[in-house]
């Protein structure tokens, strides 16, 4: 069974940073490729960010380029998503989540995904 976990969300003031963490279990995230997503109330769920599981490719959409990263740490298990400059706008629910392939996370076309932690973006 495919578990993920994320964590590292919170409030923060416009213009700052979180480092979100996604920590997976019963399963290597060696062999999928990771994506976030968010989902914010009353919105559809918009992907921000895809990491491959080969090469280490990323995919950003416009929202987000140049303000987030995504990394993976597979000694640990763990994928990671650097976001900074963050305004009001980025507030919602953020979820980690695995797929089969690349190609795959640009749809969102996931296989299994965590809780979400929130991020709230505030003054």
């Known amino acids: 069974q495919l578990q993920l976990v994320e964590s590292g969300g919170g409030l923060v003031q416009p213009g700052g940073s979180l480092r979100l963490s996604c920590a997976a279990s019963?399963?290597?995230?060696?062999?999928?490729?990771i994506g976030w997503f968010r989902q914010a109330p009353g919105k559809e769920r918009e992907g921000v960010s895809c990491?491959?599981?080969?090469?280490?490719?990323?995919y950003y959409p416009d929202s987000v380029k140049g303000r987030f990263t995504i990394s993976r740490d597979n000694a640990k298990n763990t994928v990671y998503l650097e976001m900074s400059s963050l305004n009001p706008e980025d507030a919602a629910v953020y979820y980690c989540?695995?797929?089969?392939?690349?190609?795959?996370?640009?749809?969102?076309?996931?296989?299994?995904w965590g809780q979400g932690t929130q991020v709230t973006v505030s003054s």
């Open positions: 990491i491959s599981s080969s090469d280490g490719s990323t």
């Open positions: 989540a695995a797929a089969s392939s690349f190609s795959l996370c640009l749809f969102m076309n996931f296989r299994s």
């Open positions: 019963g399963f290597t995230l060696d062999y999928y490729a």
